[in-house]
Nanobody, 117 residues
Framework: QVQLVESGGGLVQPGGSLRLSCAASGFTFTSSTMSWYRQAPGKQREMVAR???????IYADSVKGRFTISRDVAKNTVYLQMSSLKPEDTAVYYCKAYVFSYARDYWGQGTQVTVSS
């Protein structure tokens, strides 16, 4: 059974930092593409960062230079380090796994990030 459990969200002031975690289970972590998405109120869900099975990464233009996606294979966990946070980063952040062996996406439950003074 595939499970993705996010944690690390919260309230932070503009300019601050947070690190989100996504603990994965039920599939071969290194044979999947892991992504972070976010959805702000009234907006569509958007891809924020992605790490491919080979370790390459891509980012949305809006977060380049501020966010870093990484993974710990031993812990089956993917991270999103967020720095220089802005109020417009406020959203529910979701972890997504594309599992090649099952040929489908799996989503976590989401974690709220609020950037406000």
């Amino acid at each position: 059974q595939v499970q993705l459990v996010e944690s690390g969200g919260g309230l932070v002031q503009p300019g601050g930092s947070l690190r989100l975690s996504c603990a994965a289970s039920g599939f071969t972590f290194t044979s999947s593409t892991m992504s972070w998405y976010r959805q702000a109120p009234g907006k569509q869900r958007e891809m924020v960062a992605r790490i491919f099975s080979g370790g390459d990464t891509i980012y949305a233009d809006s977060v380049k230079g501020r966010f870093t996606i990484s993974r710990d294979v031993a812990k089956n966990t993917v991270y999103l380090q967020m720095s220089s946070l802005k109020p417009e980063d406020t959203a529910v952040y979701y972890c997504k796994a594309y599992v090649f062996s099952y040929a489908r996406d799996y989503w976590g439950q989401g974690t709220q990030v609020t950037v406000s003074s």
